[in-house]
């Protein structure tokens, strides 16, 4: 237990460590941030290695157990009906679960947050039952993001400007540090009880269409429900004078967090207990395990979340303001919001689930630090390019529908595993750290407070998108690799077989 807690904290640190450098080296040469906040946010980020570190560890031992155990406990019932009310109660249950979707309910104005929480919930919910019931089916992942992308286009041109990029948006978020690692081990659990040559590559793909679920179930709604406003109002950065009041302000956040993050995860604790009830699965001491790491769970998520939200929100969005508001550094944000991308990856929980799981499924054909080193690419260009459309007021559609178009090209060009890699991934990387810094950090870069909801909005949707494209391109490269060691171990054969005759 020690030396895993040991293994955790190190690779938190090594992740909130480049964000942190980021931000302090802003606050002295370019961006001045007062001291108050600036001390919030070096404790907030303390909070953040402290809570990633036991969250990772509980997810090992609970959810990502229980995901696996609950696949292969699916597979054996000769009941779809059976298979298909569980995954959607599942979907709806983790999506509810999901603390990122609680972040952007309280952001979105003239939407009330259950209305909002229900809506994606249940288009989680469909989308995951669909999901699994193309693994079972052996249905094509290709064909199927192709149609449901298609639809979403149509779709949004019905839909209000103002909650299309809400709408992609909630894809994002519904697919964090909870969801992540039940889906994936979910997906692994379904395909592993099949022997076929492709069991490998649909074990991924479920997080991809579970994050579509969102966006047509929030594009339908802005069809059909007329909020009373849609103005937003921007959250209240806490003043702050001494040591004791920073300390205060975090301890005024506890409970909340405390409150919520137990409203999310007891519903997922109550299936843990029916499912054992029902399927006597663990022995006494796995049983106490998965509780055990449900509690480092509990635990993780909520001393992570106070971190963000009350030491890393006023600063993105302090940041973000103060370059805006000066003329001479307005377009430093480009550069500037391509950088944190690079290095927020890594700050993601959820991906580090991500790169273990693409580790064990390809037993190490595919290097998890590869998949990193591509996804802090992809999400260092869609940073820049949100910059750029908060600067300039472009509509989110001229970079979505190319964006998507060329990932859905790419599909006919890459190995099969990493197209649910890739899909999965944009869903991956949008997690806590999207949600609560870049976010902010975008609607205090939007200089005109009327435009938030359609140039600040978004930004999650182009975080999720970009990697699309960027683990399909590493895929091709694989591709293009494995194809020429296999060329050259021909010509080694025929060398050998020439020399041999002579």
């Known amino acids: 237990m020690k030396k895993k807690l040991f293994e955790t904290t190190k690779e938190a640190i090594t992740s909130v460590l480049p964000i942190t450098l980021i931000v302090l080296a802003l606050s002295f040469f370019v961006s001045p941030i007062p001291v108050g906040p600036l001390t919030m946010f070096l404790f907030g980020a303390m909070l953040l290695v402290l809570g990633m570190a036991i969250f990772t560890m509980g997810a090992d031992m609970s959810l990502v157990t229980m995901g696996g155990d609950i696949g292969i406990s699916m597979t054996k019932t000769k009941n779809i009906l059976i298979v298909v009310l569980i995954s959607f109660a599942m979907g709806v249950i983790v999506t509810i679960a999901e603390p990122d979707l609680q972040v952007l309910a309280n952001l979105v104005p003239g939407i009330p947050n259950m209305v909002l929480v229900l809506t994606v919930a249940g288009g989680v919910g469909i989308f995951l039952v669909l999901a699994i019931i193309r693994i079972i089916f052996k249905i094509s992942l290709s064909k199927m993001l192709i149609v449901c992308y298609l639809f979403i286009i149509i779709l949004s041109m019905f839909a209000p400007n103002n909650f299309v990029p809400v709408a992609f948006d909630s894809g994002g978020v519904t697919t964090g540090p909870i969801t992540v690692p039940f889906i994936l081990s979910l997906g692994v659990g379904l395909a592993s009880i099949r022997s076929d ?15 579509i679920g969102p966006i047509l179930a929030v594009l339908i709604l802005g069809i059909c429900f007329k909020p009373d406003g849609t103005d937003y109002i921007a959250p209240i950065i806490p003043e702050v004078v001494t040591s004791m009041d920073v300390t205060l302000e975090f301890l005024k956040a ?8 137990a409203k999310a995860l007891w519903p997922i604790l109550a299936v843990l207990i029916i499912f054992q009830l029902l399927t006597r699965r663990y022995h006494r001491r796995q049983f106490l395990r998965v509780l055990i790491g449900s509690g480092y769970t509990f635990l ?7 971190g963000v939200d009350v030491g890393f929100i006023p600063v993105g969005q302090l940041i973000g303001s103060t370059l805006a508001s000066n003329e001479s550094m307005r377009w430093l944000l480009v550069p500037l919001g391509a950088l944190i991308g690079y290095f927020i990856v890594a700050a993601e929980p959820a991906v580090h689930v991500l790169k273990k799981q693409v580790e064990e499924v390809s037993e190490g054909a595919i290097a998890g630090d590869a998949v990193q080193n591509y996804l802090s690419v992809g999400v260092s260009v869609s940073l820049a390019l949100s910059m750029i459309r908060v600067l300039t007021g472009i509509s989110i559609y001229w970079f979505l529908i190319p964006g998507y178009v060329l990932a859905i ?12 890699i890739a899909f999965d991934s944009g869903g991956v990387v949008s997690g806590p750290m999207t949600s609560t810094f870049l976010l902010p950090f975008a609607i205090g870069a939007c200089v005109n407070p009327e435009l938030i909801m359609t140039d600040a909005f978004g930004l999650v949707a182009m975080v999720a998108m970009t990697p699309l494209i960027a683990i399909q391109l590493m895929g091709v490269a694989f591709k293009k ?4 060691i296999k060329q050259n171990e021909l010509d080694d054969i025929e060398e050998d077989d020439i020399v041999e005759f002579s």
Do not use: C, N, R, W
Request: overall charge neutral; hydrophobic content about 50%; proline content about 4%.
């Open 300 to 306: 993780g998520l909520v001393l992570f979340l106070t």
């Open 197 to 211: 040559k492709q069991s490998q590559e649909d074990s991924f793909g479920l997080v991809a269409l579970s994050s």
């Open 409 to 420: 090209i790419l599909t006919f060009f890459t190995p099969k595993i990493f197209i649910g």
């Open 254 to 261: 506890t409970p909340h967090h405390f409150i919520e993050v």
């Open 481 to 484: 690799k494995m194809l020429a």
